[in-house]
């Protein structure tokens, strides 16, 4: 089995890049967000899920491990396949994955490529008990349920929301703005680094 890649960046199509390791060009699918961070012609070394059938040989590429385990964890639900979970990846960071889960954020799964509604509702379902416990990114424990905002975070919660943005991922860019700044920072540096959070 294949575990990891080093090599080249030899060619970037759409959703799967071309790893030239001593001379072998291995084809690997991965999600736009690990496409997005290669660098064309440079090194790069990619996490692997290989899967295996009668009439194929795939290889999945990942940039992080929390990447590489939320996709493992979405093709146990019934209806995800490789593509939708690389989809869903794209459209979702893990961070991001964790809070709408944990929300019941619905129209952020739908955003995925080939998450309808009855979809959206299945992943809901099933992962919510899991989410917790997943990991978000590098250097980053499972997370909790944030913890509602009070004070200046409440209020630059509230602004951010009032102007478009989504309550799980407003929530998610004020806490970590606040663990950044500390629960003293001002309401106008909360709101300004928020907004930068969520640019992201």
């Known amino acids: 089995m294949i575990a990891k890649l080093t090599g080249r960046v030899e060619g970037i199509?759409?959703?799967?890049?071309?790893?030239?390791?001593?001379?072998?060009?291995?084809?690997?699918?991965?999600?736009t967000r690990t496409l997005g961070a290669l660098p064309?012609?440079?090194?790069?070394s990619l996490l692997i899920e290989m899967h295996v059938r009668e009439d194929a040989?795939?290889?999945?590429?990942?940039s992080e491990s929390?990447?590489?385990?939320?996709?493992?964890?979405?093709?146990?639900?019934?209806?995800?396949?490789?593509?939708?979970?690389?989809?869903?990846?794209?459209a979702l960071s893990p961070r991001d994955l964790v809070g709408a889960i944990q929300s019941g954020d619905r129209a952020a799964l739908t955003?995925?490529?080939?998450?309808?509604?009855?979809?959206?509702?299945?992943?809901?379902t099933e992962l919510r008990e899991k989410a917790g416990a997943m990991?978000?990114?590098?250097?980053?424990?499972?997370?909790?349920?944030?913890?509602?905002?009070k004070g200046a975070a409440g209020d630059a919660l509230s602004a951010l929301v009032n102007l478009g943005y989504r309550r799980p991922e407003v929530q998610a860019a004020v806490a970590r703005v606040v663990e950044r700044l500390g629960e003293d920072a001002a309401l106008d540096q909360l709101i300004r680094e928020g907004l930068k959070e969520l640019a992201r």
């Open 13 to 31: 199509e759409d959703g799967r890049c071309v790893v030239d390791v001593n001379g072998v060009g291995y084809l690997v699918h991965a999600s």
């Open 40 to 44: 064309q012609g440079g090194a790069v």
């Open 57 to 62: 040989i795939t290889l999945y590429g990942f």
């Open 66 to 90: 929390a990447e590489r385990e939320w996709f493992r964890l979405l093709t146990t639900v019934q209806g995800v396949g490789a593509k939708v979970a690389l989809g869903v990846l794209s």
């Open 111 to 124: 955003r995925a490529p080939g998450v309808g509604p009855k979809l959206a509702i299945r992943l809901l």
């Open 135 to 149: 990991p978000t990114g590098p250097g980053f424990s499972p997370v909790l349920p944030p913890p509602a905002a």
